[in-house]
């Protein structure tokens, strides 16, 4: 297996401009987390699903902020508008449950100008 | 509610001595116990996890931890450092069945 893959690895944008950050788990993995990782706050939780349907999206930070997830092999997470506080790594991982280790993708560098 | 507590954010030891990175967890069931590592510009990747079986886990690199119920503990040590061994260090724990919760890293920084 090709294991979480992300993309784009790296976007740059203006501030106000719609981002849109794309996730492929690994086969099989009923659960799909979407972190964020900055300097300042360290790696946040966003939102995770299990098998498509969104669990806990408490660590969202904004209605700006939205993620899908709908089929088992691709999910979303959109910034709009996004704002230069956004800038940030954003790392999907993929879990295939109980005592399974959490695959994660090599991140999307996201920088707003 | 599960919490990951790691005692240091930035740990600096030299290369060939020992390195002791500190987590502890609260957990309102048996958890699942890990730790992930993190080089400069990559995703987190497994060092070892412990899930019930042995309490003395090895792991990748020459990495090991210890769980220790009574003290709530999942610490991670290596007898000699290398430079390579220069990352940032998560424990994350795994209640049964539930979802992943991350401490906040510790930074292990090897001094020539």
């Known amino acids: 297996d090709a294991g979480v893959i992300q993309s784009p690895r790296h976007e740059v944008t203006e501030m106000g401009q719609e981002v849109t950050l794309r996730c492929k788990p690994i086969?099989?993995?009923?659960?799909l987390f979407w972190y964020r990782q900055t300097m300042m706050r360290g790696l946040e939780l966003l939102i995770y699903?299990?098998?498509?349907?969104?669990?806990?999206d408490s660590g969202m930070p904004e209605d700006r902020f939205s993620a899908k997830m709908p089929n088992a092999s691709f999910s979303t997470l959109k910034i709009q508008p996004s704002e230069p506080r956004d800038s940030a790594v954003y790392f999907c991982?993929?879990?295939?449950?109980?005592?399974?280790?959490?695959?994660f993708g090599e991140g999307s560098r996201l920088t707003v100008l | 509610a599960q919490s990951v507590t790691q005692l240091g954010s930035h740990v600096s030891v030299s290369e060939g001595a020992l390195v002791l990175l500190r987590c502890n967890y609260s957990?309102?069931?048996?958890?699942?116990l890990f730790w992930y590592v993190q080089y400069p510009n990559q995703g987190l990747q497994l060092l070892l996890k412990?899930?019930?079986?042995?309490?003395l886990v090895k792991g990748i690199n020459g990495f090991e931890a210890e769980f220790k119920k009574s003290e709530t503990s999942f610490h991670l040590t290596k007898p000699s450092a290398h430079m390579s061994d220069a990352a940032e260090y998560f424990c994350?724990?795994?209640?049964?069945?539930?979802?992943?919760?991350f401490g906040p890293g510790t930074r292990l920084s090897v001094l020539p």
């Open positions: 991982a993929s879990w295939p449950g109980v005592a399974g280790e959490l695959f």
């Open positions: 957990s309102s069931v048996p958890p699942y």
């Open positions: 699903f299990n098998n498509n349907v969104p669990i806990d």
């Open positions: 412990y899930t019930s079986a042995a309490t």
């Open positions: 994350a724990v795994s209640p049964y069945g539930q979802n992943f919760v």
């Open positions: 086969s099989g993995h009923d659960y």
